[in-house]
């Protein structure tokens, strides 16, 4: 060893990160064909880069990017994870121009614009932060006519925080809502979706989203919503665990009520939605038909039936018929038929001969069906 390798041992320096050594030890001359036996320089990885950038971040960057072939072929062609990014961001685009067009429709398009705004960017979820906060600022003057505006400040929040935090600050006077309940969107306060939602007395008309593993404990809403007159629960995925849910919906006020948990229906649901004399109008699952001549204000009624098994004729007329009471005005059901293509032809000429039996009862403003595929 001569005496400056030993030197360099004895003090364990070591050469400087990303310098290139000859086979002898010795740094190569910049610009130099590497030596035979020479370690070539690899990337520093420990140094920050575009790919240690989050999936949030990123999106913010590739909404930026205007040119279409750019935005729509290289990007995604670059890895796995730049497709999906490119692709989350090439949906914040198509909602950006959807909002834009939104914004020239009349004031009475507000109910149009409150189903979109849940549709599009509550459900499902959407929980980063979003990449152009304009598109909550025109959501604001588009939804200022339901009483709810958007909170238009510097905190950075995921859409749904943001639209959770609109409705906290607006809960003495909405009257009219659609709301995700979830397990894990709070407010600034940290108060959860459901908690806001047992703080809303003037509440009239709910949409309530519900997702899959939402946790509801019974009685949490139970009589916190004393003027609600219509409400809606939409499930991601159908599920008799939420039963309870629906049940402390089911006020003695309710006119109108659309649900469709699995079945079957509990005893205590059954007998709450019984108690609802008031109700006018009732969308559900089949295996409530029995309730429905104990309610003396029912006009219109939508009955779901799910076919994923062969059943007799006279079993799918019983179902017609226990739906109908002579008060109904309107009788629709539609059949979910999870069988052959040729099962399904011949559901319909059978609910077509069925549906005139019905009229024959005395429907007065007649009976519809719809059979739909599922196979």
């Known amino acids: 060893m001569s005496a400056k390798q030993a030197e360099t041992s004895a003090s364990g320096s070591a050469p400087l990160q990303g310098q290139l050594t000859g086979g002898d030890g010795q740094p190569s001359k910049s610009g130099s064909e590497p030596l035979h036996g020479e370690v070539k320089d690899v990337q520093d990885t420990s140094v920050p880069g575009i790919e240690n950038l989050p999936d949030g971040v990123l999106v913010q960057i590739f909404h930026q990017v205007s040119d279409g072939v750019t935005f729509q072929e290289v990007l995604p062609a670059v890895s796995q994870r730049w497709e999906e990014v490119a692709r989350e961001a090439r949906r914040w685009r198509d909602l950006t121009d959807i909002v834009k067009g939104l914004m020239s429709l009349p004031p009475e398009g507000a109910p149009f614009v409150a189903d979109l705004y849940v549709e599009f960017f509550l459900w499902p979820t959407e929980r980063r932060v979003i990449p152009d906060r304009c598109v909550v600022r025109d959501l604001s003057r588009l939804l200022v006519s339901g009483n709810l505006s958007m909170v238009e400040d510097d905190v950075p929040r995921s859409l749904r925080q943001g639209y959770l935090e609109a409705v906290w600050r607006s809960r003495h006077q909405l009257k009219r809502l659609v709301l995700v309940l979830d397990n894990t969107t709070k407010t600034d306060l940290g108060h959860s979706s459901l908690f806001v939602l047992s703080h809303m007395p003037c509440l009239e008309e709910l949409t309530v989203n519900v997702e899959a593993d939402f946790v ?23 599920s008799p665990v939420h039963h309870d849910l629906i049940r402390d919906l089911l006020v003695d006020g309710l006119v109108s009520a659309k649900f469709r948990p699995g079945s079957p229906a509990r005893p ?15 969308n559900v699952h089949f295996d409530y038909a029995p309730v429905f001549r104990s309610l003396p204000a029912l006009k219109s009624v939508t009955v779901h039936l799910t076919l994923d098994s062969p059943i007799p004729i006279n079993i799918l007329e019983q179902t017609f018929v226990s739906a109908y009471t002579p008060r109904l005005d309107y009788l629709h059901v539609i059949v979910y038929c999870k069988l052959c293509p040729v099962c399904h032809s011949a559901l319909h000429h059978e609910c077509q001969r069925i549906l005139k039996a019905v009229e024959k009862l005395g429907c007065k403003g007649g009976a519809t069906y719809l059979v739909l595929s599922q196979f």
């Open 268 to 282: 205590a649901l059954l007998m709450a939605l019984a108690k609802c004399k008031k109700l006018t109008d009732l």
């Open 216 to 238: 509801y404990e019974s009685g949490q809403l139970k009589q916190v919503l004393p003027n609600l007159k219509s409400f809606e629960v939409v499930e991601s995925e159908t």
